[in-house]
């Protein structure tokens, strides 16, 4: 996710991108052009703290108060997720929780939920196509390079399976049917 931030912020001109990080990966973000910051939000707040015109949330670690913290006074935040709620989500209340937590930001003044590419084609098609079109020119223009780990064959998805399941891999996994 760093890489396709990082590569996206760049293209759109962006000047400092901070990514919050574990310290193994701060070499790696760094070479990406990108400031790692520690990985806590009590840790990277005081940081950037009303320094940060746009912040995306993927985590929700805090219920993206941290985010919006970091936020100049006209800042966005686009959360792309809440992995740390829907990971730990276990019972009846914490499932309201995560359906509370996305509703609320759908009332927080500079901030958007995009739930992802799947999400946005049945909420919002006409975007999820000038979305879906905006990022094939960036590919095509290189502004772009998605990792790719391994291209397979239909025949071979099970493997992809395996693969995401077990083997440590360094990008995605494209399924080009054609291939023999």
Sequence with gaps: MDLALIQLSKALGAKGIFCPSKEDDHAWIKSLGGYPIPLQHEEWLPLVEEQIDLAVDGVCSD????????????GNLVCIGMSSVVKNRKTFLDNFRAILTEASTHFMSHTVFYGGAI???????????????????????NKIEPPIHRKIPLRKVPLAHHILDKVEKDGFIVCQPWLK
């Design 119 to 141: 999400q946005s084609k049945f909420d919002n098609i006409d975007q999820y196509h000038y979305d879906l079109e905006y990022l094939f020119k960036l590919l095509a223009k």
């Design 63 to 74: 219920g993206y108060d941290s985010p919006r913290k970091a936020l100049t006074p006209n």
